[in-house]
């Protein structure tokens, strides 16, 4: 095997991890029951896959623009990601469609208490 061919199985695996993981958040996604561990399940094991599969192109094209670009978006996808699901969280968590029995910490509590007076 030549060093192409090395590089071209690396993606391969690659693209088939991430996808893996891409599909257990989905599958996530669908099977978990409140906001939080759909949130979890969103963003964790998809951001993952996503930079897995990033990676895979890069190494298949073996172009510089290619890369930049990529490497561009995976810095946007790593920003947006974690922002999002902290913002819907703490929606949720307002309109009260989370289970508050189940939480270990409220460090919200206080606050959404002081607001509801």
């Known amino acids: 095997m030549n060093g192409d061919q090395i590089l071209d199985l690396v993606a391969v695996i690659l693209i088939l991890i991430g996808a893996l993981l891409c599909l257990s958040a989905a599958v996530g996604l669908l099977r978990f029951r409140d906001v939080p561990t759909r949130l979890h399940a969103a963003t964790k094991p ?30 946007i996808q790593f920003a947006t990601a974690p922002l999002s699901a902290h913002m819907v969280g703490r929606q949720a968590y307002r309109n009260g469609t989370i289970d508050e029995d189940s939480l270990l910490v409220d460090e919200l509590k206080d606050a959404k208490d002081a607001a509801s007076e």
């Open 46 to 75: 998809q951001v993952l896959g996503f930079l897995l599969i990033c990676i895979a192109i890069a190494l298949s094209a073996r172009s510089v623009a290619v890369t930049a670009m990529l490497a561009a978006i995976v810095i």
